[in-house]
């Protein structure tokens, strides 16, 4: 099994920025991809940006590409999301997330492991 732990700062001014971190213990060998999804309330999970194993290449949502970077330390077995330039649309809960197998990464039914999600808040 996987666990995923997210953490981070949770409220934020608009303009601002924030680095939240997803930090991967158990069974990480069987991780392919990460990702960072998100869900706004009374709207569906999207998907933020997601990072390759195999590369390091990243995969980012058009609504964020500007503002957002995703990264990595393989030693510490952790995914980093930061986001800059943050809006009120950007308040949601993030959740970290785990992949198994290669391909269709930005879709969310593919992804096997899941942390409890972050919630962040941006303040206008």
């Known amino acids: 099994q996987v666990q995923l732990v997210e953490s981070g700062t949770g409220l934020v001014q608009a303009g601002g920025s924030l680095r939240l971190s997803c930090a991967a213990s158990?069974?990480?060998?069987?991780?392919?991809?990460m990702g960072w999804f998100r869900q706004a309330p009374g709207k569906e999970r999207e998907f933020v940006a997601a990072?390759?194993?195999?590369?390091?290449?990243?995969v980012y949502a058009d609504s964020v590409k500007d503002r957002v970077t995703i990264s990595r330390d393989i030693a510490k077995n952790t995914v980093y999301l930061q986001m800059n330039s943050l809006k009120p649309e950007d308040t949601a809960v993030y959740y970290c997330?785990?992949?198994?197998?290669?391909?269709?990464?930005?879709?969310?039914?593919?992804?096997?492991?899941w942390g409890q999600g972050i919630q962040v808040t941006v303040s206008s």
């Open positions: 997330a785990g992949k198994r197998f290669r391909g269709q990464i930005r879709d969310g039914t593919m992804y096997d492991y």
């Open positions: 158990g069974r990480t060998f069987s991780i392919y991809d």
């Open positions: 990072i390759t194993r195999s590369d390091g290449s990243s």
